[in-house]
């Protein structure tokens, strides 16, 4: 496969696999996909972090999940429950910034790209990603715990190293 393309189908299977791996080794947490039909994410308020990129590929990205998947994850990898809300703010932007991190560096694995990561922001819980729709240029993953907690990825290209999307 020329990855060097782009390839949505080969972009959501990377990024779902990402989700799942990087849930697992950080916080212990497996994650499975959401059930077609299951739309109890859009009711919910879940901690989400907002982050993009800038340079030869520009593209946002949003993770977001149940708070309290996030305090569980936090634990195991500290070895202590967040205490506060800054806390859970901290620990969700790190997740957050190794996942995106992973994922553009497989993105980008065939090219020497210039990039600029712009650091992970937390969106008030009334926020939600700009981009929650699939779109020939977008996707948002859904995923389910083994404790029925919710979590979304979401990603967009805005340009695909100076390719020609839509």
């Not at 972009?11 to 080794?25: H, R, S, T």
């Not at 996909?33 to 990205?61: F, Y």
């Not at 729709?133 to 190293?161: G, I, K, P």
Request: with cysteine; hydrophobic share 40%; net charge negative.
């Amino acid at each position: 496969m020329d990855k060097t393309k782009y390839d949505k189908a080969w972009i959501d299977l990377l990024a779902k696999q990402l989700v799942i791996d990087v849930a697992d080794w950080m916080g212990g947490v497996t994650l499975l996909n959401c059930p077609d039909g299951d739309n109890r994410i859009e009711r919910k308020l879940l901690q989400t972090v907002h982050g993009r990129v800038e340079g030869d590929l520009r593209m946002q990205m949003c993770f977001a999940a149940d708070p309290e998947m996030l305090s569980r994850m936090a634990e195991k990898l500290f070895g202590a429950p967040p205490e506060n809300r800054a806390e859970l703010d901290e620990y969700s932007v790190e997740y957050a910034n190794v996942l995106f991190g992973r994922f553009v560096s497989e993105i980008c694995r065939e090219r020497k790209p210039k990039l600029h990561f712009c650091p992970p922001e937390c969106l008030s819980p009334m926020e939600r990603a700009p981009f929650e729709t699939d779109t020939e240029r977008s996707s948002s993953l859904r995923f389910m715990s083994e404790q029925q907690e919710l979590a979304a990825f979401s990603w967009a290209v805005e340009d695909y190293f100076g390719q020609s999307l839509g």
